[in-house]
């Protein structure tokens, strides 16, 4: 019913930008809390970066003041702007979505994931 579309990842040098994109489609009447994880191999899952629906945001302590969140409410997508990219930010990439369906359920969605890899 729901389903959250990644885009952006990709292969860039050290030092290096990349934006991601997640957009959400489907019988959606809300979408809360949206956010991006990452996991690299060996390692569990965890939280980049997250934003609700008003705006207010989160970030891991690894990548404040690096990496921005955003969000477009009338396009139901979010947004992760990652700039001074290091190798330990190589990882897939994860979108997460709170959406509240038009038949009034609500559920966690995940994006496929994409692959960011930093190196030289």
């Known amino acids: 019913q729901v389903q959250l579309v990644e885009s952006g990842g990709g292969l860039v040098q050290p030092g290096g930008s990349l934006r991601l994109s997640c957009a959400a489609s489907?019988?959606?009447?809300?979408?809360?809390?949206m956010g991006w994880y990452r996991q690299a191999p060996g390692k569990q899952r965890e939280l980049v970066a997250a934003?609700?629906?008003?705006?207010?945001?989160n970030y891991a302590d690894s990548v404040k003041g690096r990496f921005t969140i955003s969000r477009d409410n009338a396009k139901n997508t979010v947004y992760l702007q990652m700039n001074s990219l290091k190798p330990e930010d190589t990882a897939v990439y994860y979108c997460?979505?709170?959406?509240?369906?038009?038949?009034?359920?609500?559920?966690?969605?995940w994006g496929q994931g994409t692959q960011v890899t930093v190196s030289s």
């Open positions: 997460n979505a709170n959406i509240e369906l038009v038949s009034g359920a609500g559920y966690d969605y």
């Open positions: 489907g019988s959606i009447f809300s979408v809360y809390a």
């Open positions: 934003i609700t629906s008003g705006g207010s945001t």
